[in-house]
């Protein structure tokens, strides 16, 4: 049942507010009665994962490529990869995606935890620095009148150097003391001071990551994704190792999974193709030459190619036609085809609509048509010919004025 919600009082400037609800910190569209109704939905955060070099960031592009072809939105990026955003910068410089380093933060936990609640830095009024203000209604929509894009999307890359970030720091502080960490076990060079860790130190940063991923999954963007390398660790069903996103430590590996949507694993796959480099030194059992980058994308568990032990994977769509969703592709990213991200996104829309045509064939009362009418559901109107409704189904389904039983099909 859609949830009613008036409107909250105006929130206390500063990251300050981060502490408070999720939904208190953004600010409801406007209606005429002063109401507005969430739809927003439970696990809309994505996540992709994999192994340095298997092109999470670039698909980040893809995902912002989706959004501003599909929402006419940009997309916002909180970025605290070693590696950088430079596969991003062409999006940057088009101005589709909006980019902001967390690298240099003094207090990584406040900012990370702010970002996912839906804050975001912008510079004073009286240009001073910057400061985190909570998320607006207009900066979702937009102002068209002036040219003002909304926001539609939100990455956050990633889930392992967020957890980093905030574990390094937690050892510098003086003015906290972890459990099961010895007061005394610190080196000073200088002013500068570097604690030793414990085992509570990696249970507090997990927890913490747990609530960011909850936060950001209430944001109401059309689109958000995480990013994260790969670690083992264990199953928490079987019991077994399992291999899954890294976050700090092995306790969350298997878990993590069940946070997010979509679970996608890219894997660095041979492709069998070389590239000569000239050199004549090789082992002659060593087939020579620069190997051909081939990244395939997984939704669907799959196993380790040694050890057998199985990648966690997942697309969400309805079982009604999941039949139809592919367990696995290969990436293709150049000037005349980009197949990442975007492609999935791209596949689940059709597949939704599908679904819908087919519930819809196998109901046996016709769909309340308002219903259909609500954001993010698909109007009866709109159901696709020969998707596996028969004929009369679909000229029932589409007499919005006569209400009858459709019938089921076979």
């Given amino acids: 049942m859609p949830l009613i919600r008036k409107e909250k009082p105006q929130a206390t400037e500063g990251v300050q507010v981060v502490a408070q609800n999720r939904a208190q910190t953004v600010q409801p569209k406007p209606t005429d009665d002063g109401l507005r ?52 910068q062409p999006y940057i410089d088009l101005g589709i995606i909006q980019p902001f380093s967390l690298n240099a933060a003094k207090t990584p936990l406040k900012v990370t935890m702010a970002i996912a609640g839906g804050y975001w830095p912008k510079m004073k009024a009286d240009g001073s620095g910057k400061e985190y203000v ?31 970030a905030i574990f390094i720091s937690l050892t510098r502080r003086k003015d906290i003391h972890i459990p099961e960490t010895p007061k005394d076990s610190f080196v000073t060079d200088g002013d500068d001071y570097y604690g030793f860790s414990g085992r509570a130190h990696y249970g507090f940063v997990q927890n913490r990551i747990q609530e960011m991923v909850a936060r950001a999954n209430g944001l109401p963007f059309e689109k ?69 980058k081939k990244i395939r994308a997984y939704m669907a568990n799959h196993p380790h190619k040694s050890t057998g032990h ?89 007499e919005i004025a006569n209400v009858g039983e459709v019938k089921k099909s076979n």
């Fill in 37 to 88: 109704i969430d739809q927003g939905e439970m696990n809309r955060c994505d996540l992709i994962y994999g192994a340095s070099g298997t092109g999470k960031t670039e698909n980040l592009g893809l995902a912002a490529k989706y959004v501003w072809e599909k929402y006419g939105k940009i997309t916002r990026l909180a970025s605290a990869d070693g590696g950088g955003w430079k596969p991003l």
């Fill in 134 to 164: 909570p998320l607006d209604w207009r900066d979702v929509e937009g102002d068209e009148k002036n040219g003002i894009p909304g926001v539609g999307c939100m990455c956050f890359e990633g889930l392992t150097s967020f957890a980093d």
């Fill in 224 to 292: 958000m994704v995480w990013t994260a390398l790969e670690n083992d660790g264990v199953d928490p069903e079987t019991k077994e190792t399992c291999y899954g996103p890294k976050v700090i430590g092995k306790a969350l590996t298997g878990k993590a999974p069940a946070w997010f949507g979509d679970c996608i694993h890219l894997v660095d796959i041979d492709s069998g193709e070389r590239v000569d480099d000239g050199r004549d030194d090789m082992h002659k059992l060593v087939k020579g030459g620069v190997k051909v």
């Fill in 310 to 398: 199985m990648y966690s994977a997942k697309g969400r769509t309805s079982a009604w036609v999941g039949k139809d969703f592919p367990p696995f592709f290969d990436v293709v990213i150049n000037d005349v085809e980009q197949k990442g991200l975007n492609w999935i996104y791209t596949q689940e829309d059709e597949l939704a609509k599908k679904a819908a045509s087919v519930i819809a064939a196998n109901l046996t009362r016709k769909p309340p048509i308002e219903e259909f009418k609500l954001k993010g559901s698909v109007s009866v109107l709109e159901l696709p010919e020969n998707e596996g409704v028969i004929d009369e189904q679909v000229e029932l389904a589409k």
